[in-house]
């Protein structure tokens, strides 16, 4: 961690002014119980600051996009939130008009529980997808959550477990830094493990050409972030846009981008730092840049462990890739090796094949030259690379070496194309048994549904 | 089988001229025997006519290309052959200058060996990438071949073993049909089962908007096709180039493009059928219609085993996707579809999962509108549909009617987008664990690298 950023506790109730909760309402209806919590997970959380803040958001580019997504794309308009509801274990998606309904009737439940003000709730959902959202359960879920919230480490980890679905542990962290000479506190928490490949816009359409979202790509995952900063909502919004580019999609698992994927932050203020505003980029001073580092810090974090909690997944690898003729061509020869199936389970299988690698290179959208490629490894973060191929021929590595350098859980797989300045990082996993055995399910089980 | 043609055994020697051999001789160096076959799997196969050839070919569009397939690219020009040598064990990919002076003399030692003109004779390889090929063994090897090159059934088993790679069976057929009152024979063998995505064209280069090839898609998939047929090379190449746009090219196992992917097709003339040929497309006559359906016929029916028998393949789904604005966009659907690791694994679960066809849909680059897409089930062939979705709505089928429909080891799966005329085939297979167990390898065993 920089050293300017200090680790600290609280997660998503860090800041100040922040309150979490997390309850069993049993949204899958699995009987054990209703707006209680007996033992199963807990599957609805709540959210809220104690005044209103400055929202942004970040969402799905898949067309096929959930009731909530449209409903907090509605809301960015205003700039201006100050609760997130959010259930696990149906996603409300494909559910059409009553979906609709719904989600913005979980949004009116959460106003009143909360007292808040008409239009000032989010929400997110994730779970099976085309299914309709018991409502009697989630009206007794959220009474329920607006009764337990509290600022303490167990209410934010009890609101990161209500948000799981196939993830086996919550992912939460929260940091502080100084913000024009006050403390300011940063935290989040975040889901996903499955269709995992966020793409993910401002609006939810598709850009056209927005680094590290190329048309056509493909989780549900899902990132709350809250702050005591100061902060001015469209300036809030464009720190979110560059930290989620160098973040949550920068990273897949499966490849399969969700309906659902969704990140909000809300930005409260009371930290009572000069309120960063700007009118045009270039306006843009010091403390925006140490309020967007330290955003883009925590969304990494969150999202490198959504790829370590993947499904099924053995080995995190972090491809670094240089050379490309352009930026858009260095993201499609990254994402071309990370979905690989037999690249994927090359890495399962600690195989440093670099055949595979070279041949999800060559079929790539990016343009390549076999006798201009390298191929190396390193630890993380290292810039000691164990080069297997340098220039389209085997280096004079041996087999054991280059099997030593595959072998930890955790490596980076550097390639270099030598063509122009285009680069891109990628946090990528393996493809187990596990995945397969997880996601082909249980045909008596319709739960299985993802999304 | 239409009525029009007659399935004949010999597969690759059955059409009149035509003579076949597959040898053993240690091109993995496993260190079992060298030029004999002590019941090793063979690993190099001869094909020859006994006269001169028009010849067509397609060929891998990866930027990655094995040094045989840009031997065969620069030989079309020609449009004549007589012969080819095949090897399964070694690729000879990323070789460099050595790999293309390999891949000229194997053709250089056939052409000796069988006694036919210099530049007479065609290569093909498969098996390992980024190793050179083991000249000594593959000059034993030739030789072998070409003293025991027959037409029986056995020579052509033999030849179709030889250029298995992780084939569990051989994969060969042959067909008779009249072309202008002439008894025609057309017979082929092919290999394949993982690294399937063929995206082939004419010279290896990526079309701007060929159908069914895509840019940037992603086998090694070898078909080496014979027959009788008196047509001129540049009717072949149309007639090939039409034929693997409907069959190879419609086919993926685990959406790899391998740097080895080609189609040859000798037509040596002898069954004294008036040559077809023609100066304009509009000239085509019935005559060139009955040999194109033909060579197609032999093309699928080849380009399903290969599915069929592809690495763990537990089910095999035929995608038939109609209402698209355009058949690019068609065809981006349902690579988007049989390409997803959730939709594979669901189909490997036998579930009936229409939520993550749909988001797969979502994410493509086809335009997609959730309230109008339409998803079914069906057997092979059949146009009685049990939809699942009706206008982005589940119907009144049942899961259990469902899960019976996505039981069987091989279904269609109909998608409509419900927006226009464009629409695509593609045939698919599911996501194993088996899949995952055989290409994580062995990493004391390189000899796993693909191509």
């Not at 950023?5 to 054990?32: E, H, W």
């Not at 997504?69 to 700039?79: D, E, P």
């Not at 690249?343 to 390549?368: E, M, Q």
């Amino acid at each position: 961690m920089p050293k300017t950023f200090t680790s600290v506790p609280g997660a998503v109730v860090a800041a100040r002014g922040f309150r979490a909760a997390g309850v069993f309402c049993d949204i899958k209806r699995l009987g054990t119980g209703k707006g209680s919590n007996k033992g199963a997970k807990r599957d609805l959380a709540l959210l809220v600051s104690e005044v209103p803040c400055s929202a942004a958001g970040m969402f799905t580019t898949n067309q096929i996009c959930a009731a909530p997504v449209k409903v907090c794309v509605s809301r960015m308009a205003k700039g201006m939130a100050q609760a997130v509801v959010i259930n696990s274990g149906n996603a409300n998606a494909c559910t059409g008009k009553q979906g609709m309904k719904d989600a913005l009737a979980m949004t009116r439940l959460a106003e009143q529980a909360l007292a808040i003000s008409e239009g000032y709730a989010l929400v997110g959902s994730t779970g099976r997808i085309g299914v309709l959202m018991p409502m009697e359960n989630v009206t007794q879920g959220i009474q329920a959550a607006a009764i337990e919230l509290g600022s303490t480490e167990a209410h934010a980890a009890q609101a990161a477990e209500a948000i799981m679905t196939s993830d086996s542990r919550s992912k939460s962290l929260a940091i502080e830094f100084k913000l024009g000479g006050k403390n300011v506190r940063l935290g989040g928490m975040c889901k996903g493990a499955g269709m995992i490949q966020p793409g993910m816009s401002a609006n939810g359409a598709r850009p056209a050409a927005l680094p590290g979202i190329p048309p056509g790509l493909h989780a549900t995952m899902l990132g709350f972030i809250t702050t005591d900063a100061a902060i001015e909502a469209r300036t809030l919004q464009m720190a979110l846009r560059e930290a989620v580019a160098n973040s949550f999609n920068r990273i897949t698992v499966d490849g399969d981008m969700s309906t659902n994927d969704t990140v909000l932050v809300l930005a409260n203020g009371l930290a009572g730092n000069t309120p960063i505003k700007q009118l045009a980029k270039s306006e843009l001073g010091r403390n925006y840049k140490a309020f967007q580092a330290a955003l883009q810090h925590v969304c990494l974090e969150l999202a490198k462990m959504i790829v370590r909690d993947g499904e099924g997944v053995h080995r995190v690898v972090t491809l670094r890739l240089s050379g490309a003729r352009d930026t858009a061509e260095a993201d499609a020869a990254v994402r071309s090796i990370a979905n690989s199936a037999l690249v994927k389970t090359s890495w399962h299988g600690g195989d440093p094949n670099w055949g595979r690698i070279i041949d999800a290179l060559g079929y790539s959208s990016a343009y390549v030259e076999e006798a201009k490629v390298d191929i190396g490894y390193s630890t993380p973060g290292s810039r000691q690379v164990l080069w297997s191929l340098k220039r389209g021929q085997p280096t004079s590595a041996t087999f054991a070496e280059l099997c030593a350098a595959a072998a930890p859980s955790e490596f980076d797989l550097h390639v270099r194309l030598n063509l122009g300045k285009g680069s891109a990082v990628l946090y990528a996993a393996d493809l187990t048994e596990a995945y397969v055995e997880y996601n082909k399910g249980d045909v008596g089980d319709p739960t299985t549904l993802g999304g």
